[in-house]
Structures are given as structure tokens and as C-alpha cells.
């Protein structure tokens, strides 16, 4: 397993969570990652992203000043700490990476090509 998300869980809204992704391997070693996150009936969107060369950010508009995306290039994990979660944030959340030797960040899910599992984040109003 190269990237294992977790830390979804159930929360009100307003309310907060922190989603975690374990990195390995070549997924581990890539430069750019990423949040993405699929409701039910919609398809797969990015969320947030950050590109370790240069030390860039990137976020989904309207999840920008309630989201935080981070990295622990010791623990080899990539983080996202959500707060003021609202119903719309429902979602299975996915973690992602470019893979080894790719410096480019985009938002394009095609673009990914190590994918975790998923973990399902629900917020309730």
C-alpha cells in the first residue's frame, strides 16, 4: 500500500477533523500531492494540494481559510485539517500523489497516479 488515508469520521457543523495520509514507496517520495473528494452522485474534485518544490499550496476555493494542507517529510504523512466543516464538505476524502521525479502540481485528478483508499468525512447540519 502506498497511501492509506485516515481520521474521517462523523462531526456537526462547524465542527472540526484532521485527515492523515501515510505515505510510501514511490508515492512517498513525490513532490506533489494532494486532497481530492467525492460526494455521492458527483464526481471526484480536488480539495487541496501542495508541491513540496518550492513549498506551495493550493486549495479549492471554497475551502480556503478552513482548510489547511500540510506535510511531515519525517513521518512521511500528509495532513488536512478541517474546520468549520459545513453539510456540502460531506464527502469521501482521497489522498493522492504524482509520483517520483514530477515537480509540476495541477488539479487534475487524471494526473495522479497513486491514489489511498479513501476516507468518509460527514458533517451534519
Known amino acids: 500500500v502506498q497511501l492509506q488515508a485516515f481520521g474521517g469520521g462523523w462531526v456537526q457543523a462547524g465542527g472540526s477533523l484532521r485527515l492523515s495520509c501515510a505515505a510510501s514507496?514511490?508515492?512517498?517520495?513525490?513532490?506533489?500531492m494532494g486532497w481530492f473528494r467525492q460526494a455521492p452522485g458527483k464526481e471526484r474534485e480536488f480539495v487541496a494540494g501542495?508541491?513540496?518544490?518550492?513549498?506551495?499550496?493550493y486549495y479549492k476555493e471554497s475551502v480556503k481559510g478552513r482548510f489547511t494542507i500540510s506535510r511531515d517529510n519525517v513521518e512521511n504523512t500528509m495532513y488536512l485539517q478541517m474546520n468549520s466543516l459545513k453539510p456540502e464538505d460531506t464527502a469521501v476524502y482521497y489522498c493522492?500523489?504524482?509520483?517520483?521525479?514530477?515537480?509540476?502540481?495541477?488539479?487534475?485528478?487524471?494526473?495522479?497516479?497513486?491514489w489511498g483508499q479513501g476516507t468518509k468525512v460527514t458533517v451534519s447540519s
Open positions: 493522492a500523489a504524482r509520483g517520483t521525479g514530477i515537480t509540476v502540481f495541477t488539479r487534475t485528478r487524471q494526473a495522479y497516479k497513486y
Open positions: 514507496g514511490r508515492a512517498g517520495s513525490s513532490a506533489v
Open positions: 501542495l508541491n513540496w518544490v518550492g513549498g506551495s499550496t
